[in-house]
């Protein structure tokens, strides 16, 4: 199978997934190594695997076959578990043309994607309309707010080992003998390093063995080969023709969004070869300083709130979570404002708006408040949008929906609408989930209308929505049709 890198509040659930589809997981941390009392290699990763930055999912980046296998994997742990492939990848390079400059740094279209290419990343002054050739160096997963980050250089990534186009020689992230160490090793390798390339060891390197190395620098001459033969038919001058132009794209990258109900079932991975309280994996996403007292809290308790036979998948481990204590220490409380943070099925996400929290149950149950601006329509409903309408919308934690009634400054109805979605969480700062298209809608004289289920069909034809998740969005729809 494929050997991998695993990094991140997921990492000891994802190594025992890993291991038990096949895959090789090499490079693991000392804790790893401790809790799977197991012999890990050390070969350089076909995959990385990464937490994301807002800790929601995983990045998975590499060899484009092993990312398939990867990915396949990971999104196998749950029906709420969704994945996209990245348009824009790490290494990936492309000529593109500067649509904003914005603080730091400008922005360019590269597709379906925009990037940032930070200005000191660039020679000389960059303006709107200039155009640069660019190289992928941090991507971004589609539901964030941030760029992939550029730069202007080309280079092939690499744990071990990078080459760097129009560079020559070795170098390290290291100093002293153990750089002059690195440098002969590279000579003695002979990997046969393209002209116009030199060769980098990264830290890591400074820890590996011989045969890593070579196979690492094998890996990164191919990638160059494959750089090199792309480039040399690309045109010369990066700002000729139509632009934006991919030009290559030697490595493949996607990324895996967890639901509330996979962070479960990682919380059972987790347990089966270290103790594991209950919503474990939900607490560490919502807050960054909660991998502290959540390790706390294992380090005195073990698996806290879990019972012998409790798998903690899915619905069966809500009765155990600690909602109430998880809201206490880190929020929301009475009277904060958090963002309504609503993903779409193809990876995007956008908030609704900033709403007060004037209701918090300790079962569970948020209610939010919002006061509408502009003048439009109610989506679904038709009803007329008003500035000064108010919005109350009434989220539970797990629940597959949830529902927000309309009203005008007079008080008079102006429908409700009720969301199918992932199950809901409720963060410190945000309620979030992923919206399933399907929803069910009441109309100010009690009709009821069940609305968008062509969008779902089209979601689950597209490959966005599995067909187990699409299945559970109409099973939700059909009983809230019922029930209103």
């Keep these: 199978?494929?050997?991998?890198?695993?990094?991140?509040?997921?990492?000891?659930?994802?190594?025992?997934?890993?291991?038990?589809?096949?895959?090789?997981?090499?490079?693991?941390?000392?804790?790893?190594?401790?809790?799977?009392?197991?012999?890990?290699?050390?070969?350089?990763?076909?995959?990385?695997?990464?937490?994301?930055?807002?800790?929601l999912g995983v990045g998975i980046d590499g060899d484009p076959e092993g990312v398939v296998e990867v990915t396949e994997t990971v999104a196998g742990v749950g029906r709420d578990a969704l994945a996209w492939t990245d348009p824009a990848p790490r290494g990936a390079v492309f000529d593109a043309e500067v649509t904003d400059t914005v603080g730091g740094g400008a922005l360019l279209d590269l597709g379906e994607r925009e990037g940032y290419l930070p200005f000191d990343a660039a020679e000389g002054y960059v303006d709107t309309g200039d155009r640069f050739r660019v190289q992928v160096d941090d991507p971004e997963p589609p539901w964030s707010d941030a760029r992939p980050e550029l730069r202007t250089g080309v280079r092939t990534g690499g744990h071990l080992v990078s080459l760097d186009r129009g560079q020559s020689g070795p170098?390290?992230?290291?100093?002293?003998?153990?750089?002059?160490?690195?440098?002969?090793?590279?000579?003695?390798?002979?990997?046969?390093?393209?002209?116009?390339?030199?060769?980098?060891?990264?830290?890591?390197?400074?820890?590996?063995?011989?045969?890593?190395?070579?196979?690492?620098?094998?890996?990164?001459?191919?990638?160059?080969d494959a750089l090199d033969a792309a480039l040399a038919e690309a045109p010369e001058d990066p700002a000729a023709g139509d632009l934006p132009r991919e030009l290559a794209t030697p490595l493949a990258g996607r990324w895996v969004r967890f639901g509330r109900e996979s962070r479960f079932a990682l919380d059972g991975r987790r347990r089966a070869v270290v103790p594991t309280m209950a919503g474990h994996h939900r607490i560490k996403a919502g807050h960054r300083a909660a991998s502290t007292a959540v390790d706390f809290v294992e380090g005195v308790c073990g698996s806290a709130g879990v019972e012998e036979d409790d798998d903690s998948a899915g619905d069966a481990a809500d009765g155990s979570f600690p909602f109430e204590a998880t809201v206490r220490q880190f929020g929301p409380a009475e009277g904060d404002r958090v963002r309504i943070a609503h993903g779409k099925p193809d990876g995007?996400?956008?908030?609704?708006?900033?709403?007060?929290?004037?209701?918090?149950?300790?079962?569970?149950?948020?209610?939010?408040?919002r006061t509408m601006s502009g003048s439009g329509t109610y989506d679904g409903l038709g009803t007329r949008r008003e500035p000064g309408d108010v919005a109350v919308t009434r989220v539970t934690e797990g629940r597959w929906w949830y529902p927000t009634v309309y009203r005008g400054e007079d008080g008079e109805s102006k429908g409700t609408y009720v969301n199918v979605c992932t199950p809901v969480e409720v963060f410190p700062d945000a309620v979030s989930y992923v919206d399933l298209h399907v929803d069910v809608v009441r109309q100010p004289d009690g009709s009821v209308e069940r609305v968008d289920d062509d969008e779902l069909d089209a979601a689950e034809e597209a490959g966005d929505v599995p067909p187990d998740l699409a299945e559970k969005a109409r099973e939700v729809a059909s009983r809230l049709e019922e029930g209103l």
Excluded: C, K, N, Q
């Excluded at 116009?196 to 001459?221: I, K, S, Y």
């Excluded at 908030?351 to 300790?362: M, Q, Y």
């Design 1 to 55: 199978m494929t050997s991998v890198r695993v990094r991140g509040i997921y990492a000891t659930a994802l190594t025992g997934l890993a291991r038990s589809a096949g895959h090789s997981v090499v490079w693991a941390s000392d804790p790893i190594r401790r809790r799977f009392d197991a012999d890990f290699g050390e070969e350089p990763p076909a995959v990385d695997v990464s937490t994301t930055e807002d800790r």
């Design 348 to 369: 995007r996400a956008f908030d609704l708006g900033r709403a007060e929290v004037t209701d918090l149950d300790p079962g569970g149950e948020v209610t939010l408040r």
């Design 171 to 224: 170098s390290a992230d290291a100093g002293g003998e153990r750089a002059t160490e690195l440098a002969r090793t590279a000579d003695l390798l002979d990997p046969d390093v393209p002209d116009g390339w030199g060769t980098h060891f990264r830290r890591p390197a400074t820890d590996a063995g011989m045969d890593a190395l070579g196979t690492a620098l094998e890996r990164a001459v191919a990638v160059a």
